[in-house]
């Protein structure tokens, strides 16, 4: 835009201008996302039978009659396709993903009488490069969302 308007300046110039500014995206991104995919990929390998492995968690956008936009975040429970929190904010930020997730841990140890929601995980085999079980370690719940930036890791 600045060459449309006749001004004379250097690439580096207008990537450090707008890096300064935050719409770049990190270097190594591609890299980011590669290998989180990955991950996703090997969760859903084989898809879980037991409850608390995996949540799936996204934010939705409703408009209201008067035109306002509220957003809808929930976590939903893969293999029980119970949805233990869903709250409704006007922004979509990191905090408030954050925060529904928070939610669904604390109703999920009152849905199960559980003090940690950790006494519920199980046990899975740890596996190496070569796909040979090498040990038992807790399960994780694993928490699968979309791209969007609420969800990147670097804002958390």
């Known amino acids: 835009m600045m060459r449309a308007d ?3 300046v250097s690439t580096s110039t207008v990537e450090r201008a707008l890096r300064r500014r935050g719409p770049l995206l990190p270097s190594g991104f591609r890299a980011d996302r590669r290998s989180w995919s990955r991950l996703r990929k090997r969760v859903f390998r084989d898809p879980p039978t037991e409850r608390n492995r995996v949540w799936q968690m996204d934010f939705s956008e409703f408009e209201t009659a008067r035109g306002g936009i509220w957003r809808i975040c929930a976590v939903i429970d893969y293999a029980s396709k119970y949805c233990p929190a869903a709250t409704v904010t006007p922004t ?3 905090q408030d993903a954050l925060a529904c997730l928070r939610r669904a841990v604390v109703e999920v140890e009152r849905v199960l009488d559980l003090d940690d929601l950790r006494a519920d995980r199980g046990w899975m085999d740890v ?5 040979f079980v090498i040990g038992e370690a807790p399960a994780p719940v694993a928490v699968v969302t979309d791209n969007g930036p609420c969800f990147d890791q670097r804002q958390a």
């Open 6 to 8: 006749s001004h004379t």
């Open 92 to 94: 979509s930020r990191g």
């Open 127 to 131: 596996i190496d490069a070569d796909d």
